[in-house]
């Protein structure tokens, strides 16, 4: 008789092996981190992974396990849904999609500080799910001097997402951030715009890249996620998540 515990494995190893990386990709995803601080993969992930992702995240909502998401960390955490109209459950080894996706980033993580020497040392990652007409305005993921979020990543989970679906995400220019933060008079230069398709990866320095959600027309299902160095500020550790 098989356990639960025997089930799950089981499902992790055949996920796992459903769901091999390609050298090649992750190769060219540093060369395009270190030429220009961003890039963006298409079909990185297999749709095995992907669709057992998104029936993860569909199981979540049927249990109305996510919460709207809100600016800033802990005490400082509020819903602005001006900003930002996400929904979102940070991920947790709770199913066996949810492994082997940290798996993978793992071993992503170890190819970035083998290439890169940045010592990335922790990933954290949240489901996202925007309903229709939600977006992200534009952004950095990390203030300077608490920069523990050094390589951000975006792992979609559309099918046939349409060319006009809406919903992209668009990388502008890096800009060096002043004492205040981005000056606002700067303009900013578009780079990319990346369609949230179905086993892409997108990748951008967390510090550097601004980036925005534009407005979607349909549900869109996404994995945003972090590579983070515990940098102390003033002797305390900025905690994940
Ligand atoms: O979903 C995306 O394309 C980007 C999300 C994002 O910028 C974030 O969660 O910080
Ligand atoms: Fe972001």
Known sequence: MSTV??????????????????????????????????????????????DALLLDLERLEAHDALTSAGIGRLKEHQLATSIRGDAIRWLNRESPAQQVYLKRLEELREQINCALFIGLFEFEAHFARYPPGAFYKRHVDSFQGRANRVISTVTYLNRDWPVDGGGEMVLFESQQQGPDGFDPHVPVREMARVLPEAGTLACFLSDTVPHEVLPTRLPRASIAGWFRRNASVNGVVDPAQ
């Open 5 to 50: 515990t025997d089930d799950f494995d089981h499902e992790v190893a055949t996920l796992l092996a459903a769901s091999p990386l390609d050298p090649g990709r992750i190769e060219a995803l540093i060369e395009d981190l270190i030429q220009q601080g961003f890039s963006h993969q298409r079909d990185f992930f297999s749709p095995a992974l992907i």
